[in-house]
């Protein structure tokens, strides 16, 4: 456990920058905080955050994981085009091996997406980059 005496680290994300909040309308992250943060109890590393498409919704669901269905007893309205979601990081990576990535908001996709993906692939589907 943490101590809380001790100050913690402001979640940082792919960039080095402050992790800004991915989406709140739907909720998305691990926590449901609206940001793709993560921790120990994270194991899927909810820490790219995505802006979906029918492409990867569809991948996604013939994958084992249908985020376009609602789900109304979880509050869960279904995923559409154009929402941001925080995904797996070896989800976002199956889909970008098999040419369905979706694109993704740099400045909220945390850090430890990085344990798992190159920087330069993420770049390369950033919709905040100049």
Not at 36 to 45: E, M, Q, V
Not at 72 to 100: H, M, N, V
Not at 104 to 128: I, M, N, R
Request: with cysteine; proline share 6%.
């Amino acid at each position: 456990m943490r101590d809380m005496s001790e100050p913690q680290r402001p979640a940082r994300n792919v960039l080095g920058g402050s992790l800004i909040i991915c989406s709140v309308d739907p909720m998305t992250g691990f926590f449901r905080d609206g940001c793709c943060n993560t921790g120990p109890t994270d194991r899927g590393s909810h820490t790219v955050c995505a802006v979906m498409t029918d492409e990867f919704l569809s991948f996604s669901k013939h994958a084992g994981n249908d985020l376009s269905t609602p789900i109304p007893d979880y509050g869960f309205r279904g995923l559409k085009p154009g929402d941001r979601w925080c995904l797996c990081a070896l989800r976002w990576q199956e889909a970008l091996k098999s040419d369905r990535a979706p694109k993704v908001v740099l400045a909220a996709t945390h850090e430890g997406a990085l344990e798992h993906l190159e920087l330069s692939d993420l770049k390369k589907f950033a919709v905040d980059l100049n």
